[in-house]
Structure formats: structure tokens, C-alpha cells
């Protein structure tokens, strides 16, 4: 499946999506290529240009080399951030009666990434960056309906792994979150 179908499906049917996913092999370097290094660069290019053209307000612009190098962090963080989630997700599945399988994990842990990376166009407006936060809450909402379904956690033990997930995610990206803006103070 092509890249804007699968976002387009993930974002409007995720239950049949995650379901089409799931039979799915695995091909790591398909996936990231072809899914995750374009969708996750869509928030740090529209930061470059928000904050490098327009600033916030008027009142703050980056200069463009900083916007780049913000972009970068911002970008490679991302990407690491689907990994290391991933392993998050394959480490905890035994805790919470589900099936461990990092291939699965990925794929979990790239497709629910969808909507925050989607909604980070808003950053082409600094001002309405804000507006990201409703593709973080929708992402997480896609990585619950997938569990069930991808990691074959039980309907009884889903919430619960869902919440630790949740928990690690948001260690994750607030460390990534202090390493970014500690970048943009350089």
C-alpha cells in the first residue's frame, strides 16, 4: 500500500486498518523509508519555514540555520522515538497477556505515529503549533484500538497496557521534547 493510502486509511477506518496491518510481513527498511522518514519529516520542514519566515507572532523568528539544525534534532529524534517506543511496547506485551513480537512493535509503534507526524504541518504557523496536540491525542488513540489487535494484548488487560505505554511515551518524547528546545538555545 502507498504511503498516502495507508495514512489516509489509518487515520479514517484504524480498526480495519490495524487489521490489514496485521497480516502484514514486516519489512523494516520498507517501512521506513517508505512510511516513516516522509511522514515524520513533515513537522520539523513546516517548523523550518514557520519559525525561519514567519516566528511567532512576528515578534520571534529562528535564523534559518537554526531552524535547520532544530529541524534535524527534531527529525532524527522522531525516528528514534518509533524505536524505542517499539521495544517499550515488545517489552511490556508479556506483562499485560499479550504477544511478544517486535516486528509487530513497529509496525504499532510507526502507523500510531501517524496523525502527531500528519498535524505537525500546523508548525508552518508557529502560532498554531499548538494544534499538533490534537494529532498527539489522535496517535494515541490509534495505538489503543491497534494493541488488541497487532500486539493481541486481551480486552481485560488492554487499558492497562495502554496506560503504561502512554506513561512511556511521554518520558520519551519530554526528554526528546528538553534535548530539541536545549538544541535551539545554540
Request: contains cysteine; positive net charge; charged residues 10%.
Amino acid at each position: 500500500m502507498n504511503l498516502v493510502a495507508r495514512a489516509k486509511a489509518i487515520l479514517t477506518t484504524p480498526r480495519q486498518e490495524w487489521e490489514a496491518i496485521d497480516s502484514e510481513p514486516l519489512d523494516v527498511g520498507q517501512l521506513l523509508v517508505g512510511y516513516v522518514l516522509p511522514l515524520a519529516a513533515i513537522g520539523p520542514i513546516a517548523n523550518v519555514i514557520g519559525w525561519s519566515l514567519f516566528g511567532f507572532g512576528g515578534l520571534f523568528r529562528l535564523s534559518l540555520g537554526t531552524a535547520i539544525t532544530h529541524a534535524i534534532v527534531m527529525y532524527i529524534f522522531a525516528i528514534i522515538g518509533v524505536f524505542v517506543l517499539a521495544w517499550i511496547i515488545n517489552a511490556l506485551a508479556p506483562s499485560f497477556g499479550g504477544t511478544q513480537s517486535m516486528p509487530q512493535a513497529i509496525k504499532l509503534a510507526a502507523y500510531s505515529s501517524t496523525a502527531a507526524w500528519v498535524a505537525g504541518i500546523f508548525g508552518i504557523i508557529p502560532a498554531l503549533a499548538i494544534l499538533a496536540a490534537i494529532g498527539g491525542i489522535y496517535s494515541l488513540y490509534l495505538c489503543y484500538v491497534g494493541l488488541p489487535i497487532i500486539m493481541k494484548s486481551p480486552a481485560d488487560k488492554t487499558m492497562i497496557y495502554f496506560i503504561v505505554i502512554i506513561i512511556a511515551a511521554i518520558i520519551i518524547y519530554a526528554v526528546i521534547g528538553a534535548i530539541t528546545a536545549r538544541m535551539m538555545l545554540f
